[in-house]
């Protein structure tokens, strides 16, 4: 990942340093007489806590982040093969994957995090990225800014998103509403699949819960008999001395 670029550097401060960070830049800028490089870097919006995590793993755990990337493109694509009647293997074997990938990442990113609720914001995030390709650039770049909206209708801002105001009218909208839809819908049918896999695990572990309790029902029936046996031999026994010689 670049970084030589006084933007990517940028991203790369602590987040409590990125207002001083960017000020700083946008006045270098000025300075050097780029004024609208200064104007760009001035519009820049502090990343929130969660985006500003992913951003940090985009950097320092790239190919982690690849690997889920990937396996979210493979899950998409696994998942309109199902539609066709490719069967479900493939996409249970790429959401396998993707959620091994986010545990890895997860796994990095809990020192950087404060609390279990921005963890899961965090998982939110990634989640987004591996079934948003629009999400998954900003985070590639390392420049998100905000958490995706659970909607999948928008709400991301970085560096090349689309000024406020632009883009409710005018041509190209009813193109973007239809992306939207789509990368909603993606995100439904990769839930689906994951409440799916959760399901077949918990029957899973049911079923060994229940053929364990069986087999130990069958041991304690066997110990049963062996006991009313002895009993019986033992009676036989009280029997025969009570009789006598």
């Not at 591996?130 to 909607?151: I, M």
Request: cysteine-free; charged content about 35%.
């Amino acid at each position: 990942m670049p970084g030589e670029d006084p933007v990517d550097a940028l991203f790369a401060l602590p987040l409590d340093e990125f207002v001083a960070g960017r000020n700083a830049l946008a006045k270098q800028l000025r300075a050097d007489g780029d004024r609208e490089g200064a104007r760009r870097v001035a519009a820049l919006r502090k990343p929130a806590a969660a985006a500003w995590v992913v951003n940090q793993l985009a950097r320092t755990a790239p190919a982690e982040t690849a690997a889920l990337l990937e396996a979210g493109q493979r899950v998409a694509e696994a998942q309109a093969g199902a539609l066709r009647g490719a069967g479900s293997a493939p996409l249970r074997d790429a959401a396998a994957d993707e959620r091994e990938a986010l545990r890895h990442l997860l796994d990095r990113a809990r020192p950087l995090v404060r609390n279990d609720q921005q963890l899961h914001r965090v998982a939110d995030t990634l989640r987004a990225a591996a079934t948003d390709p629009a999400v998954a650039e900003l985070v590639t770049g390392g420049r998100l800014t905000a958490e995706p909206q659970p909607s999948g209708f928008g709400g991301l801002d970085g560096p090349d998103a689309t000024p406020a105001g632009e883009g409710a009218t005018g041509p190209g909208v009813e193109h973007r509403l239809e992306e939207a839809a789509r990368r909603a819908w993606r995100r439904r049918v990769a839930d689906l699949a994951r409440q799916a896999e959760d399901a077949e695990r918990d029957a899973e572990r049911l079923e060994r819960r229940a053929s364990s309790a069986e087999a130990e029902a069958r041991a304690r029936r066997d110990d049963a008999d062996l006991a009313r046996d002895e009993a019986r031999a033992r009676r036989a026994a009280a029997d025969e001395a009570a009789a006598g010689p």
